[in-house]
């Protein structure tokens, strides 16, 4: 007797994985910009070169300001800085 297997794959769209940049920009706002302004996003010697390092330097200004986010929200805040001013 043969079995037959059977296999459900249930695909999300890519916007049910994505970060949610309007949360990002809101969190942004609250814990980001006490500090400094947009300047240190668009300097021309600014230092972050490549997504690694952006997600390095928000989880460090994250824990400098003790923020208590949790790992989807600083995906949210990477992907709004990306989207806004990195474009990786």
Known sequence: M?????????VLPASAL??????????HFEHCTGCHG??????DDRKMRDLAQLGKQV???QNAVDATW???EV???I??????HYHF
């Open 18 to 27: 994505a970060a949610d940049i309007e949360n990002g920009e809101d969190l």
């Open 70 to 72: 949790f790992d989807d």
């Open 79 to 84: 992907e709004y800085l990306n989207a806004t």
């Open 59 to 61: 989880r460090f200004c």
């Open 38 to 43: 947009s300047e240190v996003y668009t300097r």
């Open 75 to 77: 995906d949210d805040v």
């Open 2 to 10: 043969k079995r037959i297997l059977m296999l459900f794959v249930i």
